[in-house]
């Protein structure tokens, strides 16, 4: 598929910000810029514009993270001078991104003003091209869904996808335009690499995969003028999601392990979800483990099999189908139809016996705190699934490794739309110690957040805004 991991950074870090996401708002003219030398990092002279823009995302970032706070709160958590954060907070305030929401009594001296973020100023749209359908969320900048759109078919044929992606995208333009002084600041895609991979699997029409290989997301769906858009494995937005509004308050390094149609995986370290040089890490369809014991999984003679051929809902739909209980869609198991019970317990016997292989694997290779484990499965179900899991694992002793904690995603099926609508944020506003560079390997952040403010007011044209 054209365009895999636009929003890759050239780390193949994300969740902080994504190089080349946007154009710089100022005029840089640094004579390195001009000569092409090696980035440098500097806090004085000219630089220190720069340094202003990533204090005001770093203070911006730090109200996001504690949810509410006083001025006297992020300058301990951004080591920022008390002047220095109350000036930042002043032009975030004009500028519409946060507000005072109370003040906090009890403590010494006058009670401290609180701030918060400012959901209703600026809006981002996340869409998941899934191989069964197309989900939406139009998401407000303090990260609630304020709106939501599935459009379900049998497989994803591209003209299918294009039409559903549409209908949500003007959908919520119009939401939107009627809320007076708000704006859609971009669009983010999330989607399968291989979106036609494993169509046998699936009984997917054998070019599926040829179409949407000549199809690049970023131009695909109709979004307006100048709106940016961002695409990303739908397993690694995700963990995005996670990351932003979810686990990530707890913890800075997990596996988030997606079980979805295929099952899928998204890697976050030190507080930032790792694509990759290829976009591809966390791939963990692939990896290997013990061969299933369900009987409608076709025998192979193999020592192993992939994780993707167990743990996946595609497995689950075979073996109901092989009992013959007839679903299309797992919602379809709640409330659980007869006789579906019995098949279900051995369905997450097997797929929770492979992903205790899988991460006992993943925690010999990569140090991290937890494993979060989410799915498409009616939430009792899935919990149900989390529990096996976690006593399965705890029942080996698997010596040499440090046994990561084993919690549930806090999203479901939205986790990979909403990880999808947190790009555009991320990329445009969160901070990034790359904005201090300069030379040809700076990153091509937006300035001033006033800036943006302006530039997304209804009517007026920017890189940034949809109107």
């Given at each position: ?16 910000v ?16 001009m ?12 630089n ?12 911006l970032?730090?109200i996001?993270r ?42 010494r ?20 091209i ?6 939406a969320?139009?998401v407000?900048?303090a990260?609630?869904?304020?709106s ?22 003007a959908?919520?333009?119009k939401?939107?335009e ?5 704006s ?54 995700a963990?995005l ?6 686990i ?26 790792h ?29 192993y099999?992939?994780l993707l ?16 209980i007839?679903?299309?869609?797992v919602?379809?198991?709640?409330p ?31 140090d991290?705190?937890a ?14 699934l989390?529990?096996?899991?976690q006593?399965?694992?705890?029942r ?8 990561p ?26 901070p ?15 300035g ?5 403010a ?14």
């Amino acid at each position: 598929m054209a365009a895999k991991g636009t929003v890759a950074s050239r780390t193949g870090a994300i969740g902080v910000v994504f190089p080349a996401a946007a154009k710089a708002a100022d005029d840089w003219s640094d004579s390195a810029e001009m000569s092409g030398e090696a980035p440098v990092l500097s806090g004085k002279g000219s630089n220190s514009v720069k340094v202003r823009h990533y204090n005001e995302r770093f203070v911006l970032d730090a109200i996001r993270r504690l949810k509410e706070a006083s001025k006297s709160d992020l300058a301990r958590a951004a080591n920022l001078t008390p002047a220095a954060v109350a000036a930042i907070v002043d032009g975030l305030e004009s500028s519409g991104f946060v507000k005072q929401v109370g003040k906090r009594f009890g403590q010494r001296g006058s009670p401290s003003t609180l701030y918060r973020l400012a959901p209703e100023r600026i809006y981002s749209v996340g869409i998941k091209i899934g191989r069964r359908a197309l989900e939406a969320v139009l998401v407000d900048f303090a990260g609630e869904v304020r709106s939501r759109e599935s459009h379900e078919y049998r497989f994803p044929d591209p003209d299918m996808v294009l039409k559903a992606g549409n209908m949500s995208l003007a959908n919520f333009d119009k939401l939107v335009e009627g809320l007076g002084d708000a704006s859609i600041v971009g669009v983010g895609i999330a989607s399968p690499y291989f979106l036609g991979g494993w169509s046998e699997e699936l009984g997917f029409p054998d070019d599926l995969g040829s179409r949407w290989e000549a199809i690049d997301l970023t131009t695909f769906f109709a979004t307006k003028p100048k709106t940016p858009v961002f695409v990303e494995n739908d397993a690694s937005s995700a963990a995005l999601a996670e990351l932003i509004q979810g686990i990530g308050a707890r913890f800075r390094d997990f596996m988030h392990i997606s079980i979805d149609t295929f099952v899928g995986g998204g890697l976050v370290q030190g507080g930032k979800v790792h694509t990759g040089p290829h976009g591809n890490s966390a791939a963990l369809g692939p990896l290997p483990v013990s061969p299933s014991s369900l009987d409608s999984v076709a025998a192979k003679p193999a020592r192993y099999q992939s994780l993707l051929h167990r743990a996946s809902i595609y497995v689950l739909v075979n073996h109901l189908k092989s009992r013959g209980i007839e679903i299309n869609r797992v919602r379809e198991l709640d409330p659980l139809p007869p006789g579906a019970r019995e098949p279900l317990s051995e369905w997450i016997d097997d797929c929770a016996n492979a992903l205790v292989e899988a991460i006992i694997a993943i925690t010999s290779v990569i140090d991290i705190e937890a494993i979060v484990l989410d799915s498409i499965l009616p939430r009792p179900i899935h919990l149900e699934l989390l529990a096996k899991v976690q006593t399965q694992f705890n029942r080996i002793s698997a010596i040499g490794i440090v046994a990561p904690e084993i919690v549930s995603g806090q999203f479901g099926p939205e986790a990979s739309p909403i990880g999808a609508a947190m790009l555009p944020f991320s990329a445009l506003l969160a901070p990034d110690s790359g904005v201090l560079m300069i030379g040809k390997d700076r990153t091509m952040l937006l300035g001033s957040l006033s800036r943006l403010a302006s530039q997304s007011q209804p009517g007026r044209s920017s890189a940034t805004s949809t109107g």
